[in-house]
């Protein structure tokens, strides 16, 4: 995150900050770790509930087997994931090290700001995007990935805060238009950045097109969400003549 939109959002820095970059594949582990911080920044971290059909994220080619004669081969997050992982330690990690904004960058497969889910005293800003981040998602724009345009820094984007944080910083953030601003006065809320499924949106159009047109409803047999716009043409062969389909249709 740009501390240039935190400090537009009404979040100020001590001038003698200090940033302490601790990588796994340094050897260091921010979950075994005890220091301390103000902000933790988690740039695609991938976590350990992670399924195996993402190995292809972080390996150049197929990964080989697993499990060989009954005897696991390998643990393959072993460089990638902490041993530690899991939603109660990064919750525990993040307590003692005092940090009041939780920031990550990543999808689906990585640690994301949800991690704070439990912690009564952290409230998750901006969720992290539900998608899978890899090559094909990547370039996706904010609309789709939040449900709406943002001006934060970056997509792919999760943030959540401690409640005394949020109260610190109030008076300055009101005076800010930043989407960060509006998440931390209250002005807007993680709901209002939670993208509609594809599925409710589409469940959407037919009632939208049927309160248009009330004819449709015979021609989508709208009960509950069953059947789909694909429906619609198997509805008109089927008025044509054509042989009724022998299985229902589910969209």
Same mark, same amino acid.
């Given at each position: ?101 939780? #920031? ?11 991690? #704070? ?135």
């Amino acid at each position: 995150m740009s501390m240039s939109y935190l400090q537009a959002s009404g979040i100020l820095f001590h001038p003698r900050f200090r940033v302490d970059n601790v990588n796994f594949a340094d050897g260091r582990d921010f979950l075994r770790e005890r220091g301390r911080a103000d902000m933790v920044f988690v740039p695609r971290v991938l976590h350990g509930d992670m399924p195996e059909r993402f190995l292809h994220d972080i390996t150049a080619s197929p990964p080989p087997p697993l499990v060989e004669n009954g005897k696991r081969l390998r643990d393959p997050f072993a460089n990638a994931v902490s041993p530690l992982d899991t939603p109660a330690k990064w919750r525990a990690r993040l307590r003692q090290s005092g940090a009041r904004l939780f #920031v990550t960058f990543g999808g689906a497969q990585d640690v994301s700001s949800e991690m #704070v889910n439990g912690m009564p005293d952290f409230s998750v800003l901006v969720p992290t995007p539900r998608l899978g981040l890899d090559n094909q998602t990547a370039a996706m724009p904010a609309n789709i990935l939040y449900g709406r345009n943002t001006d934060l820094p970056f997509t792919w984007m999760g943030v959540a805060a401690q409640s005394g944080f949020l109260g610190h910083v109030h008076d300055r953030a009101t005076a800010s238009r930043t989407t960060l601003a509006q998440l931390m006065t209250g002005r807007m809320t993680a709901q209002d950045l939670q993208p509609v499924p594809w599925i409710e949106r589409r469940s959407a159009l037919r009632e939208a097109l049927v309160s248009v047109f009330p004819g449709l409803r015979a021609m989508f047999k709208l009960q509950g969400n069953h059947v789909g716009l694909d429906g619609l043409q198997r509805e008109t062969a089927n008025a044509k003549g054509h042989q009724r389909p022998k299985h229902g249709m589910h969209p």
